[in-house]
C-alpha cells in the first residue's frame, strides 16, 4: 500500500508524509540510518575516498543529511540547500550511482526493516538519477533516452 502510493501515483507532500509514518519513519530512524550508511560509505573503497576529499566536517554533513532525509520522508522543510551543485564536479558515472544505491538499500533495509527501508529507496532511486543526469550534463555528456552516464 505504501509502496503504491510512493512509486505509482507519485503523491503530494501530505500523503508522502503518511506514508512515511504510517512505515514508522521518523527523525530518530532517519538519524539511525543516515549514521549507519555513511559509516559504510566511509569504509568503503570506492565512494569513501570521494567522500573523504571532499568532508572535512563530518557532524556537520550528517546533520545535514538528516535534515535533507527528513525534507524527502517526512516533508519537514528542514533541509534548504541545494544538493545538484554538490555533485556535478565529482568524479563519478552511473556505476557509482549503482553502487551508492545498493549500499543505500542494503542499509536501510537492515536498520528500518523491508517497509520502511522500501520507502526510503523509492525516494532515492529517482534523486540518484537526477543527480547522475546532473553530473552528465556538467561534463557535456548527456545521455540520451533510457541511457545511463558512462565516463568514457
Ligand atoms: C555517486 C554517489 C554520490 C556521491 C559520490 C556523493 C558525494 C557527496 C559529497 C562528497 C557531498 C558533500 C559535498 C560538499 O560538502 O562539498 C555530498 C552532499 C550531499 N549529497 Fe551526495 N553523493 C552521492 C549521491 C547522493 C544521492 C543519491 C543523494 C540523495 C538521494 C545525495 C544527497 C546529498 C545531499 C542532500 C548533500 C548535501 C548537499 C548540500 O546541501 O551541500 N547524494 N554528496
Not at 8 to 17: D, E, K, M, S
Not at 47 to 64: C, E, M
Amino acid at each position: 500500500m505504501a509502496d503504491d502510493l510512493a512509486i505509482q501515483h507519485a503523491p503530494g507532500p501530505r500523503l508522502i508524509r503518511a506514508a512515511s509514518e504510517a512505515a514508522g519513519v521518523d527523525e530518530a530512524l532517519i538519524e539511525k540510518l543516515v549514521h549507519a550508511f555513511y559509516a559504510r560509505i566511509r569504509a568503503d573503497a570506492v565512494l569513501g575516498p570521494i567522500f573523504n576529499a571532499k568532508v572535512a566536517d563530518w557532524d556537520r554533513h550528517l546533520a545535514q543529511m538528516c535534515a535533507f532525509w527528513s525534507s524527502v520522508m517526512l516533508q519537514s522543510g528542514r533541509y534548504l540547500g541545494r544538493p545538484m551543485p554538490a555533485h556535478v564536479r565529482l568524479p563519478v558515472d552511473a556505476a557509482h550511482f549503482d553502487h551508492w544505491l545498493g549500499l543505500f538499500e542494503q542499509t536501510a533495509h537492515q536498520v528500518c526493516g523491508p517497509e520502511a527501508g522500501a520507502l526510503f529507496v523509492a525516494r532515492a532511486r529517482p534523486i540518484a538519477a537526477s543527480l547522475e543526469m546532473g553530473v552528465a550534463a556538467f561534463n557535456q555528456a548527456l545521455p540520451g533516452p533510457d541511457r545511463r552516464y558512462r565516463r568514457s
